[in-house]
């Protein structure tokens, strides 16, 4: 659901109300039931439904066409009732993730002409249990591949770094070719 049609009108609602709040707050850390963070986050009288979902609407800037669609989206996460969140974020038995990724560039070459040059890549996670994701091959083989350039010190740049030189993007490179066979 969160990353259909209609994503960051949802986002946005949910940086509205609060979701997306980074802020530590001290219930966050205790075990309640989605309805009752639901109403400390948005600041509503009551866990109730109606009452969280008047809130909701009190907080945001949704158009009127929207409204149905974002409040059935905020249901089917739950965070009106006690259910937890994971279980409705958990693939299916057998079910894998798909990772695919689309860079479109526009070049203009020495001789004065334009191109569009494109690069995609597609990733499958593995079905096997216990086998990872496409995002946690995706995301975690680089950051892997980083922290073991910091402890073997062959990185010794700090701060937020970019991969746009050989030192930091060729070990990168490699270990994705290997691990998940990029070409």
């Known amino acids: 659901m969160l990353k259909y049609v209609g994503f960051p009108e949802f986002v946005k609602v949910l940086v509205e109300i609060g979701f997306l709040n980074d802020e530590e707050q ?8 989605w309805e009752e963070a639901t109403q400390k986050i948005i ?13 909701i609407c009190a907080k945001t800037t949704f158009k009127d066409e929207e409204k149905a669609r ?7 996460l739950r965070i009106f009732s006690s259910e937890k969140v994971e ?5 299916g ?19 004065g002409t334009k191109q ?9 996670g593995s079905i096997e249990p216990g086998g990872y994701s496409a995002m946690a091959k995706i995301v975690g083989i680089p950051c892997a591949v980083a922290i073991k350039q910091v402890l073997d010190s062959t990185l010794s740049e700090k701060g937020i770094l970019a991969p746009m030189n050989g030192k ?13 066979k990029v070409p």
């Not at 600041?43 to 809130?55: A, F, R």
């Not at 930091?168 to 998940?180: G, Q, R, S, V």
């Open 26 to 33: 001290r219930f966050r850390k205790e075990a309640v039931p």
């Open 93 to 111: 038995e057998g079910g894998r993730d798909l990772m695919m990724l689309q860079h479109k560039f526009e070049v203009e070459l020495k001789a």
């Open 43 to 55: 600041s509503s009288p009551s866990s109730d439904e109606k009452d969280l979902i008047v809130t």
């Open 87 to 91: 279980k409705k974020m958990q693939l």
């Open 168 to 180: 930091i993007n060729n070990p990168l490179i490699k270990e994705l070719k290997e691990a998940i």
């Open 70 to 76: 974002i409040l059935r989206a905020l249901r089917w």
């Open 116 to 124: 569009t040059r494109t690069s995609t890549f597609c990733e499958y």
